[in-house]
């Protein structure tokens, strides 16, 4: 059996979980493969909300095994709070959630050289979300890291001793304004939350699932365009959030792969620095972050809003291979007087269509197109057949630009405001 994947077009926060939420019954596995707390994958229903950093969004579905994938790091701190939330709500997480073993560790160290990292740059600091990511990667890549099926070891205290010896080093023992006993003491009692679950070789088992049928949903963190490859580098995360970081974040075989699932928003938003081509500086980018809540889900950060990017989005979809694309948040460009589409870029006097190496508020202008907007309320839609004229109008736009069909538009947070088309 095939592996379908899901991940975000742009710069994340596109609305991944929900969407994850909504296929989960036609799936018998979430499995996650990239990324770690710096993500928020917001879930809303029954009038509740939940957000989820570390946990695949499947965890609320009654028949789903959620599957934590080596190519995603824990922070144990942050991992327990999450168990914690999720035991009041009586799921039985024993048996749905398992972890793999060659999963990277988020120490406290890394935190705090996360922190230290990012006040050296000064001006141009990246806008880290300061969880300990990027040097929990390094520490990966200079294979210096501990893992999750290091825990049982016998030896694990000292290798965690020798791993936090060399931080402090780096930190010249200057640890800022963190209390490093007190995060320890939360540390491993992290850890022994970690030890109640099942740490298995998640490759091995994916692959045993796929010769017995099991229907598998790859579930991405961030979005494209925060890819440490072919991201807005330097302003990216630590991983690779494309699906091609399916295969490298969980074992699964190229050939393997079947539908991947373009998430992106009927508009665009960015948290942190960075280029934004599209930004809005106005009483209509205040709108939208108004009326979409646009904040941060992990640092609670008010995110930056735009216009949606076509030549991005192109980009996105060629990059990861697209083949079915979501809306979300269309119900928030209600009540607009129009919309605008980026189609082109200026860039060195000439017309493009994609994105250049060194695309920056400095090298490009975005050039528009402008769109009749709808004055209707879509919220309460449950079916797009009574979508207003100029809601279709948009969709049949993007999906001609982007010559990817457009089969899912969200309408409103919560998994019944999600029309199939």
């Not at 598998?216 to 959030?241: C, H, K, M, R």
């Not at 209509?284 to 979409?292: D, Q, S």
């Not at 950060?301 to 735009?306: A, E, H, L, P």
Request: charged share 25%; aromatic share 8%; proline share 4%.
């Amino acid at each position: 059996m095939s592996v379908d994947v899901l991940l975000g077009l742009q710069w994340g926060d596109e609305g991944k979980g929900k969407i994850v939420d909504v296929l989960t019954n036609d799936y018998d596995i979430i499995a996650r493969f990239q990324g770690g707390p710096n993500a928020g994958h917001t879930l809303e229903f029954d009038g509740i909300k939940h957000v989820l950093h570390t946990i695949p969004s499947g965890i609320f579905r009654e028949n789903a095994i959620n599957i934590v994938g080596n190519g995603v790091v824990i922070d144990p701190i942050i991992f327990k709070k999450e168990i914690d939330a999720l035991n009041k709500m009586n799921i039985d997480l024993v048996s749905k959630l398992l972890i793999s073993k060659k999963a990277h560790l988020i120490l406290p160290t890394h935190k705090i050289l996360d922190a230290s990292s990012e006040k050296a740059k000064g001006k141009s600091k990246i806008g880290s979300t300061l969880k300990g990511i990027g040097p929990t990667y390094m520490d990966k890549t200079g294979r210096n890291g501990l893992r999750v099926g290091d825990i049982s070891s016998a030896d694990f205290k000292d290798s965690y001793d020798k791993l936090v010896e060399k931080h402090s080093r780096l930190l010249n023992n200057d640890f800022m304004d963190f209390n490093l006993s007190e995060l320890e003491k939360k540390w491993f009692e992290g850890i022994e939350t970690l030890k109640t679950f099942q740490h298995i070789d998640s490759e091995h088992y994916l692959f045993q699932a796929q010769k017995n049928g099991k229907k598998i949903l790859a579930e991405g963190a961030q979005g494209t365009l925060l890819d440490i490859d072919f991201g807005s580098y330097p302003f990216v995360t630590s991983s690779n959030t494309i699906s091609a970081g399916a295969c490298t974040g969980l074992g699964i075989a190229p050939n393997k792969i079947n539908d991947v699932f373009g998430i992106f928003k009927a508009y665009c938003t960015r948290v942190g620095s960075g280029p934004f081509p599209t930004e809005l500086f106005d009483e209509v980018g205040e709108f939208i972050g108004k009326v979409g809540n646009e904040f941060g889900a992990t640092t609670g950060r008010k995110r930056r809003c735009g216009w949606i990017d076509l030549p991005a989005l192109k980009y996105a979809i060629a990059i990861n291979g697209v083949t079915k694309l979501m809306m979300m948040k269309a119900d928030v460009l209600s009540n607009l007087k129009s919309i605008k589409v980026c189609t082109h870029y200026e860039y060195n006097g000439e017309l493009i269509d994609y994105l250049p190496f060194d695309a920056s508020e400095d090298t490009i202008t975005p050039v528009f197109k402008e769109i009749p907007a709808w004055t209707e309320d879509l919220t309460g839609l449950s079916s797009l057949s009574d979508a207003p004229k100029a809601l279709h109008n948009y969709i049949d736009f993007l999906e001609n630009e982007l010559e990817t069909p457009i089969v899912i538009v969200s309408v409103g947070p919560d998994r019944t405001q999600t029309l199939n088309r």
